[in-house]
């Protein structure tokens, strides 16, 4: 049974950064894909951004949302088993519940979809302040 563990939200001010990880335990997820989503109160889960195996060596292709482009970076460490987002120049419209998630069959194109993904964590609160 796979397992993702996020850690790393919290509060911070606009214009602050805060990093985000997600630790898989159970089944190892590096030719798989992983992202990130949030979701606000009140909203619906949005897809934030997603990574994906380019299916040579350790070559891995990014995707995000167009509101984060710029501010966040999605990366894993596959020694780890580990997906990561460094999130830089919050904005309060960021505040929501990230959560981490992880695709079970492998997958050529970016998946931005939360019904392409078959494992979740159990999200971690980010709130930006004004």
């Keep these: ?5 996020e850690s790393g939200g919290g509060l911070v001010q606009a214009g602050g950064s805060l990093s985000l990880s997600c630790l898989a335990s159970g089944r190892t997820l590096n030719s798989y894909s992983m ?3 949030r979701q606000a109160p009140g909203k619906e889960r949005e897809f934030v951004a997603s990574t994906r195996w380019s299916g040579v060596g350790n070559t891995y292709y990014a995707d995000y949302t167009d509101s984060v ?4 970076t999605i990366f894993r460490d596959i020694s780890k088993n ?5 999130m830089n120049s919050l904005k309060p419209e960021d505040t929501a519940v990230y959560y981490c998630a992880a695709d079970g069959t492998l997958s050529a194109y970016a998946q931005r979809g939360a019904h392409e993904y078959d494992y ?5 609160q980010v709130t930006v302040s004004s």
């Design 82 to 86: 580990a997906l990561y987002l460094q």
């Design 120 to 124: 979740w964590g159990q999200g971690t």
């Design 35 to 37: 992202g990130w989503f």
């Design 69 to 72: 482009k710029g501010r966040f």
């Design 1 to 5: 049974q796979v397992q993702l563990v």
